[in-house]
């Protein structure tokens, strides 16, 4: 499964009324515990297929780490049925995202 690019202008259509759940990874380009966390989100993704994963550059759309109270990067929301279910600040291993799920 491929990890997505979520943008504020479709972030409602795209996240909150998924009919699937979401894990969201806020992150920024110059953040490095962010690229520590892309290669563990690839596994992740290719594991958890029924679920959409995708990514906030909190650079490029602030309202919505504003919105979500996002303070610190990494931090990945898990989202579900429109309502954020789970939220994990700086997720470094593979069995911090599966419990974020469980």
């Known amino acids: 499964m491929k990890i997505e690019n979520f943008k504020t202008a479709t972030f409602e259509q795209d996240v909150l009324q998924s009919s699937a759940p979401v894990l969201v990874d806020f992150w920024a380009p110059w953040c490095t515990h962010c ?22 550059n909190i650079d490029e759309e602030p309202d919505l780490a504003k919105k979500f ?3 610190s990067i990494p931090t990945v929301l898990y989202i ?23």
């Not at 690229?35 to 906030?56: D, H, S, W, Y």
């Not at 309502?83 to 600040?89: I, N």
């Open 35 to 56: 690229r520590v966390l892309n290669p563990v989100l690839e596994v992740f993704a290719r594991e958890n297929g029924q679920i959409r994963i995708g990514k906030v």
């Open 69 to 71: 109270g996002i303070m």
């Open 80 to 102: 579900k049925d429109g309502a954020v279910k789970e939220k994990k600040v700086a997720p470094q291993e593979l069995e911090d995202l599966e419990d974020i799920i469980s």
